[in-house]
Structure formats: structure tokens, C-alpha cells
């Protein structure tokens, strides 16, 4: 997969499976922006690492469920890379706690849509005119979209739900105009994500579970994103493809 001369942006591209991602489009050609949003730190040493392999890139802020910063992302992309982006990567998520129905209030619901969904709305509405022909939109669903999710993710599974709806609808929308836009599904995945929020024994009893009996791993999920990206995969759109080492199945 040759994506020599392309721009690719990524959300929550510094740390995790974003990082892997922006590594990997960077070994393969393409110019990286690189967002995050918690951590100064993660993002130069994901910058070190796409400098280890070749490649070229920028770190910027940017809370994506902020229009002002949304903005600002694009600007400073088209200072860097020029007027066109041709992969944008919605990968900023996150389930930032369990919480029961009964422990549930308005301000987690909307930390938790926001940052899965609304984000990834209005990232793509805001760099959409700066992608032509060919260019590749790959957003971040889950197993959990498909499954319901574990205990207390029910805000999480339903925001990766509603991104796996969008990705459908995109498809038919921006397809006459030549891009496509897909979705990732990953089950579990050896991240800070599951670190911070799957109790070790429940990750063991998944792995376990799994038909190739293993956690998936961050540089996995980043090849898949990498195909998606890529020319390779021009006739694919519009599809939620789980990545899940076989323990759930579309």
C-alpha cells in the first residue's frame, strides 16, 4: 500500500491505536497530522516514531468536540500539507468510566457522545471540503456497536452504534463525489483503553473466549486502517468490518 504524496489526518492520533495509525500511514507515504488532546508528551513520542520510520508529520491540539479547535486543526493542516487531505482517520474515543442506569446523568451522556460521535460528525463535516476523488474517511466503531458492549458501556456501545449508522449513510452521500468512508470495529484490544477500564480477569475470559484465543493488538487494527486508506480498497464503502479475532461476527 503506497500512499506516497497523501495527507492524512488523525484524531486521537498520539497515543494507542491512534498512534499505531498514524505510524503506519506514515511508513507507507502519506504526510500525518497527528491530533491529541490530553497529552503534549504522547504526541512527540509519536512523532519520534514516525520520524524512526521515515516519515513526516505535525502534532496539533484539538478538542474535536469543540467547533473552534475543529477549525483551528484544518487551518493548521492546510498550512502545513497544502489545500487537500485525502485520509482522515476518526479515531479520538473513549469510555471514560462504567456506569450503571441508575448512576447515568446528563453530563457523562454528553462527554461520552460527544467525544465518539459528535466529534466524528462535525471532523468530517469540516475537512470533508478539502477531500476529492479517491480520497478515504475510516471512522471508529466498536464490537460493543454490534453487541451492546460490557457492564455500564451502554453511552459507549450506543455512540459506536450511531457511528456504524453514519458510516452507512455517508457511504451513499459522499459516494457520487468519489470518496469513500468505512468503519472499524474492534473487539478487544491490548490498549490503555482496556488498562484503564476491563477488569483482568474479564480480559482474560475474553481472550480465552476468542477463536484465535489471544487480545488483538493496536499495530493490527492500524493495518487494517492502512488498507482502508488505501487505493487498494477503492471499492469498499460504507461497511463496519469487525476486527475481533473471531468472537463476534457481522
Not at 460493543?144 to 449508522?165: E, L, Q, W
Not at 451513499?172 to 490498549?191: L, Y
Not at 477463536?211 to 487505493?231: C, I, N, Q, T
Request: charged residues 25%; contains cysteine; neutral net charge.
Amino acid at each position: 500500500m503506497n500512499l506516497k504524496g497523501k495527507v492524512a489526518v488523525v484524531t486521537g492520533g498520539a497515543r494507542d491505536i491512534g498512534r499505531a495509525i498514524s505510524v503506519r500511514l506514515a511508513r507507507e507515504g502519506a504526510k500525518v497530522v497527528a491530533n491529541y488532546f490530553e497529552s503534549e508528551k504522547d504526541s512527540e513520542d509519536t512523532l519520534a516514531a514516525i520520524e524512526m520510520v521515515g516519515g513526516k508529520a505535525i502534532a496539533l491540539y484539538a478538542d474535536v468536540t469543540r467547533q473552534e479547535d475543529i477549525d483551528n486543526m484544518v487551518a493548521k493542516t492546510k498550512e502545513a500539507f497544502g489545500e487537500k487531505v485525502d485520509i482522515l482517520v476518526n479515531c479520538a474515543g473513549g469510555l471514560f468510566a462504567r456506569k450503571t442506569v441508575e448512576e447515568l446523568d446528563e453530563k457523562f451522556y454528553n462527554l461520552v457522545m460527544d467525544v465518539n460521535f459528535k466529534g466524528t460528525v462535525f471532523v468530517t463535516q469540516a475537512f470533508k471540503p478539502l477531500m476529492g476523488k479517491g480520497a478515504s474517511i475510516v471512522n471508529f466503531a466498536s464490537q460493543a456497536g454490534r453487541d451492546g458492549g460490557g457492564p455500564g458501556s451502554v453511552i459507549y456501545a450506543a455512540s459506536k452504534g450511531a457511528v456504524m449508522t453514519l458510516t452507512r449513510n455517508w457511504a451513499k452521500e459522499f459516494g457520487p463525489q468519489g470518496i469513500r468512508i468505512n468503519a472499524v470495529c474492534p473487539g478487544m484490544i491490548a490498549t490503555k483503553f482496556h488498562d484503564d477500564f476491563t477488569k483482568d480477569e474479564v480480559r482474560k475470559k475474553v481472550a480465552a473466549s476468542t477463536p484465535l484465543r489471544r487480545e488483538g493488538k493496536a499495530e493490527e487494527v492500524a493495518d487494517l486502517v492502512a488498507y482502508l486508506a488505501s487505493d487498494e480498497a477503492s471499492f469498499i464503502t460504507g461497511n463496519n468490518i469487525d476486527i475481533n479475532g473471531g468472537i463476534a461476527f457481522s
